[in-house]
């Protein structure tokens, strides 16, 4: 898949106009409704996909919808975040695209990549959170989706923090993801990793990447 990176921030921009909720947790029978999100970039072409699965299935609008457009969101956000890494100097691209806990690998170490907002429990305590990375990484872990993408697997964790709390408007800020992404690359070294032991025998390593405005 060909990826536009001004292309997907314009797109995820427009997003922006309602709120971010969701009316129902997040599941594998609502994920399947709403799989076109994959294969639909543009905003424009999502909202009568969206309508036609409403009709289709004979579901509430608004829960459709909210569900429909922040996986597609996230989607999006996600697709450009793995490009970054794929084009950064020392990044290994995963070649299959079917594995579930490889995205990439760096520096001899495979990763995966989840974009996270701040948690809300944190307070908007960016200084506390910086402070005991170990920690919210542990949290982030255990507070992960119990659908398809749980793992305990080697994971890149890029948390979005805004001042304003509206940390999820930075998943689209596509060219400021981009930035801090290869920084964090270029100035990478395996013993900034942290260590875990989630899953016995398995050693997990992971880290933070802090994209703040």
């Known amino acids: 898949m060909k990826i536009n990176?001004?292309?997907?921030?314009?797109?995820?921009?427009?997003?922006?106009?309602?709120?971010?909720?969701?009316?129902?947790?997040q599941?594998?029978?609502?994920?399947?409704?709403?799989?076109?999100i994959y294969t639909t970039l543009f905003w424009d072409d999502l909202i009568p996909k969206i309508a036609t699965t409403v009709k289709k299935y004979q579901l509430d609008k608004k829960e459709v919808f909210y569900y429909a457009i922040n996986r597609w969101y996230n989607f999006w956000s996600a697709m450009a975040v793995e490009h970054i890494f794929s084009n950064c100097e020392g990044i290994t691209p995963e070649q299959n695209s079917k594995d579930r806990v490889v995205d990439f690998t760096l520096q001899g170490t495979s990763f995966d990549h989840k974009t996270s907002v701040f948690p809300?429990?944190?307070?908007?305590?960016?200084?506390?959170?910086k402070n005991n990375k170990r920690e919210l990484i542990t949290w982030?872990?255990?507070?992960?989706?119990?659908?398809?993408?749980?793992?305990?697997?080697?994971r890149l964790f890029?948390?979005?923090?805004?001042?304003?709390?509206?940390h999820w408007k930075l998943k689209s800020e596509i060219k400021l993801l981009e930035k801090e992404i290869k920084n964090y690359v270029l100035n990478f070294k395996p013993s900034q990793l942290q260590k875990f032991i989630f899953t016995t025998p398995t050693e997990t390593l992971s880290d933070i990447i802090w994209v703040n405005r």
């Open 27 to 36: 599941n594998d029978i609502w994920d399947g409704y709403t799989n076109f």
């Open 158 to 166: 890029i948390i979005v923090h805004k001042k304003d709390g509206e």
């Open 120 to 129: 809300k429990h944190l307070q908007n305590d960016l200084w506390s959170a």
């Open 5 to 25: 990176l001004s292309k997907i921030e314009i797109e995820l921009k427009k997003r922006h106009q309602y709120p971010y909720k969701w009316y129902r947790k």
């Open 140 to 154: 982030l872990y255990k507070n992960q989706s119990t659908q398809q993408r749980q793992h305990f697997k080697n």
